[in-house]
């Protein structure tokens, strides 16, 4: 529920918005143009790619055993917010894009770092859930690989956000679908393989069907001009 929580931080739902909107999965408004599909493209592209930043900022704390010092880590996470907002919150773009803010993807990541980084003593920082150091090498590199494969699954449910959205738009859906969970679901069972050998505390499965919550509300600010030219946010379009 925290992680669900935290990424509410950031996204504005206004019900008369979602009225007119045709939804190709459980949040999701298919694009109403050639243009604003383009954008919305383009932004899950950096969401994903903003997510591996932010999670390689927290692999690289791990694996120094905390020598590298909270102060360093919201640095490496604050570059990678601010390049997201660079290259998403363009001008010709919705404007309900800034309801998914670059320190809105740290806020998510942080908080869902506590169920992969689950088995020292100390904790991570103060904005890391409950995150903790790995208490040797060998401890960090398992819960490093959890995080890479995570940051992987993040990339492939998007995948499947992305797929869903193009058909949708493509075929002209009239009526809310949700056509991805099949993906959704493949993208899961492949993750939770993961060998969690030397940090047994993760449970993949847990993990897995948090980050599908989060990335499935995540898409509610991402595909979020609806066709009738109202953006979700009552935005006019």
């Given amino acids: 529920m925290r992680l669900i929580a935290a990424l509410v931080i950031g996204v504005a739902v206004v019900v008369a918005g979602r009225v007119a909107a045709v939804h190709f999965d459980e949040f999701g408004v298919v694009p109403k143009d050639k243009a604003t599909a383009k954008c919305e493209?383009?932004?899950?592209a950096q969401v994903v790619k903003a997510s591996k930043k932010i999670a390689a900022c927290h692999i690289k704390r791990?694996?120094?055993?905390?020598?590298?010092?909270?102060?360093?880590?919201?640095?490496?996470?604050?570059?990678?917010?601010?390049?997201y907002d660079a290259k998403v919150?363009?001008?010709?773009?919705?404007?309900?894009f800034t309801n998914l803010k670059g320190s809105t993807l740290v806020t998510i990541v942080d908080s869902q770092s506590?169920?992969?980084?689950?088995?020292?003593?100390?904790a991570f920082g103060t904005d890391d859930g409950s995150a903790k150091i790995p208490p040797d090498k060998a401890t960090a590199k398992c819960e490093n690989k959890v995080a890479t494969k995570l940051a992987k699954l993040v990339g492939a449910i998007t995948a499947c956000h992305v797929k869903a959205a193009k058909v949708a738009f493509?075929?002209?859906?009239?009526?809310d679908q949700n056509t991805d969970q099949s993906c959704e679901d493949a993208a899961k069972a492949a993750f939770t393989k993961t060998s969690t050998t030397g940090c047994t505390c993760v449970n993949l499965k847990s993990i897995a069907d948090n980050t599908e919550n989060l990335l499935d509300f995540a898409n509610e600010s991402i595909f979020c001009a609806s066709p009738s030219g109202a953006f979700v946010d009552g935005t006019p379009g």
């Fill in 114 to 122: 506590g169920a992969v980084y689950c088995s020292g003593s100390t």
């Fill in 170 to 175: 493509k075929t002209k859906i009239t009526t």
């Fill in 89 to 96: 919150h363009g001008a010709t773009c919705p404007t309900c």
């Fill in 62 to 83: 791990a694996l120094s055993l905390g020598k590298l010092d909270e102060a360093a880590e919201e640095t490496c996470e604050t570059s990678v917010a601010a390049a």
């Fill in 41 to 44: 493209y383009k932004a899950a």
